[in-house]
């Protein structure tokens, strides 16, 4: 609890007013005096760490909840929806959230002989516990925003710490599912990586299956369990994403929002913006503008 406590206290003292703040590249500080509505956006692999206060995070069908001396991994790029469950004045919401870098993954689990543990493909997101080996190095990580000229000599080894914590953890089977090449994860992130850069054009499951190498059954089976959705969901939703986005930020109708997201009609992509954000299109951005909420 100490160093629990020792991980909110430099996380109140390094955030601003606003619900996230960037401290350094790839590492984001959360802090929030109340609870939010959930916030919607494509992730990134990443490691989260709530100091105070508790959080939860949806990926397709599978809901993570987390608190206080909880962690969570996500190991793939997936569309999240996610919100703040317990905060106040008194006690805000304190968070910390790390950007996995495949590459450096990859490189330190060759470099230390450690064996992708892939039997089957493992889903994308779990959470546990935080160690104490966990938050020794984020600690000290925290603790170079108030002493900048060690940073560029130290940060490196502290974040090499906290990736090996992580790949040998409670949840190495997925963790060392990032970068993985060769196998099934791999050609699942194929698949994502087109959707991600395609999300308005018509796709079958079929094209998608050819891209990654796999039959239609096997792709299917494997894309569901890594994202927790099909991948026709998956497109969906990355499109709705991307649609909020330009909603808020281009003045430009609904209509010719939805048209250049892949909608071939308005009526269709109104009740699907609908059913995924609780809300038609114009209503949502509304009360979006006034609450200042957006995941980026």
């Known amino acids: 609890m100490e160093k629990l406590s020792q991980l909110a206290a430099l996380i ?42 508790a959080k939860q995070t949806a990926i397709g069908d599978m809901v993570c909840d987390y608190r206080a001396g909880d962690y969570l991994v996500v190991s793939l790029d997936v569309p999240v929806s996610a919100h703040v469950t317990l905060a106040s004045e008194g006690d805000p919401f304190l968070g910390f959230e790390m950007a996995l870098d495949p590459a450096a993954l990859a490189a330190l689990a060759v470099e230390t002989g450690l064996h992708p543990l892939e039997v089957e493909i493992q889903t994308t997101a779990a959470t546990s516990t935080v160690s104490d080996n966990l938050l020794d190095p984020l600690i000290r990580l ?55 850069q395609n999300y308005a054009t018509p796709v079958q499951v079929e094209d998608l299956a050819s891209r990654a190498g796999m039959s239609v059954t096997s792709f299917h089976r494997h894309f569901r369990r890594a994202t927790s959705m099909t991948p026709i969901q998956y497109q969906k939703r990355v499109r709705l994403i991307h649609a909020r986005t330009k909603l ?41 503008r006034l609450a200042g909420q957006l995941m980026e």
Request: aromatic share 8%; glycine share 10%.
């Open 142 to 196: 925290l603790g170079l925003l108030e002493a900048p000229a060690d940073a560029r000599a130290l940060r490196p080894a502290i974040e090499r710490e906290i990736m090996w914590r992580l790949l040998t953890g409670a949840h190495a089977s997925i963790i060392r599912q990032i970068g993985l090449a060769g196998g099934t994860i791999s050609r699942v992130v194929t698949a994502i990586e087109w959707l991600k």
């Open 12 to 53: 109140e003292r390094n955030t601003g007013t606003d619900y996230m703040t960037n401290v350094l590249p790839g590492i984001r500080l959360l802090r929030s005096a109340r609870e939010t509505e959930p916030l919607f956006g494509l992730a990134v692999p990443t490691f989260a760490v709530v100091a105070q206060g």
């Open 248 to 288: 808020l930020s281009e003045h430009r109708s609904v209509a010719s929002i939805g048209f250049e997201i892949g909608y071939e009609s308005a009526s269709q992509f109104n009740r699907e913006y609908r059913r995924e954000f609780g809300a038609s299109p114009g209503v949502d951005v509304q009360r979006l």
